[in-house]
């Protein structure tokens, strides 16, 4: 069975520019999460989607959104980039439904670099 | 921000050795997961726990849920080489608004010397 895969692998951008980051769940989950590994930092929740739906939101601001597709595969987009926002970014997923959420099984990863 | 204390940061111990790692808060959780993360890669999902007292194995490794539902522990025992590796401890704060949201503490970095 397939794990959560994510698209690029690495990313290089300038400040100001726009990132688009992407994921695909492990086949029969529905819900799909991003965290920001910072450097030398445990993982911050970002964003919940399932079914199609943002379901809950980290610290961070609004420039950082996203979207899930029909097919649960789901998008990280983050506009107007400053520096501070190189970091791996992880994407998870899991079943839906209480119980399920807290389980939740990671990607690779996309390592973001921002000069 | 992190609402999670893990400790020690960081462990050397020699192959064979066993390894304990803890993670506290003053918060109350649901569930708590512990991960190991490999260079350049996601975290792996180790062992869940879903209610207070829980004891789980997984090989040699063995997890606890603790009681006040406030902390956990991870055991490895008899360690090798490919234990190397970041281990991370997660959970879900109880309350609505921490709903799909795991926090995760910091981390502690595990060197294993043949």
């Known amino acids: 069975e397939a794990g959560v895969t994510q698209s690029p692998t690495h990313l290089i951008k300038t400040r100001g520019q726009q990132a688009t980051l992407r994921c695909s769940p492990i086949?029969?989950?529905?819900?799909v999460y991003w965290y920001q590994q910072a450097l030398g930092l445990g993982l911050q929740f970002l964003l919940w989607?399932?079914?199609?739906?943002?379901?809950n939101r980290g610290n961070f601001p609004p420039r950082f959104s996203g979207r899930q597709f029909p097919n649960y595969s789901s998008e990280l987009n983050v506009n107007a980039l400053e520096l501070e926002d190189s970091a791996l970014y992880l994407c998870?997923?899991?079943?839906?439904?209480?119980?399920?959420?807290?389980?939740?099984?990671f990607g690779p990863g996309t390592r973001l670099t921002v000069l | 921000g992190q609402q999670l204390n893990q400790s020690p940061q960081s462990m050397f111990i020699q192959e064979g050795e066993d390894v304990s790692m803890n993670c506290t808060s003053s918060?109350?959780?649901?569930?708590w997961l512990w991960y190991k993360q490999d260079p350049g890669e996601g975290p792996v999902l180790l062992i869940a726990?879903?209610?207070?007292?829980e004891l789980t194995s997984n090989g040699r490794l063995t997890a606890q849920f603790g009681i006040t539902r406030k902390d956990s522990f991870l055991n490895i025992s008899a360690s090798i080489p490919s234990d190397v590796g970041i281990y991370f401890c997660?959970?879900?704060?109880?309350?609505?608004?921490?709903?799909?949201?795991?926090?995760f503490g910091q981390g502690t970095i595990l060197t294993v010397h043949p």
């Open positions: 998870a997923s899991s079943l839906a439904g209480a119980g399920h959420t807290d389980t939740q099984y």
């Open positions: 086949s029969g989950h529905t819900s």
């Open positions: 989607y399932d079914e199609g739906e943002e379901r």
């Open positions: 918060s109350i959780f649901n569930t």
């Open positions: 726990l879903y209610k207070a007292g």
């Open positions: 997660a959970g879900r704060i109880a309350g609505g608004t921490s709903y799909g949201k795991l926090t």
